[in-house]
């Protein structure tokens, strides 16, 4: 793990040393920007949608379960990010006072469903005959 954090470091050091660079240009890109704005939503929708939507649940399987995961996953952390994050960070009007209340009751109604929702995980098997 310290080796890639000092990689990215010292990629991130390299770009801005030199900014018009090829790689830099690549990096900079504005998709990637984007993907990378919203990343921390993603990190935090992509596993909930990744169990609710399963192939059995959804009946498709492959390159189109895949594509319909990453599409919702996607489209999930850009609202969460622009819908809820963003005004609160930048404190929008709605997120005071009632409205902000209204907001956060709404938020923890939805979590809790999705808690219901959500099947538990299966207990692991572990098989302990291939330990001797």
Known sequence: MFGHSLAAALLIGLCVQV?????????????????????????LWHWPVFVFLSPQRLHVAGWTWIAVVCAVSVGLAAASKYLVEDPIRFRAGWARGRGGLVAFVALMVGLAVLWWALPAPAAPAIDITRLG
């Not at 900014?19 to 939503?41: C, E, F, K, T």
């Open 19 to 43: 900014p018009g660079s090829v790689v830099a240009r690549v990096l900079g890109w504005s998709p990637l920007r984007w993907v990378g704005q919203i990343s921390y939503s993603l990190y």
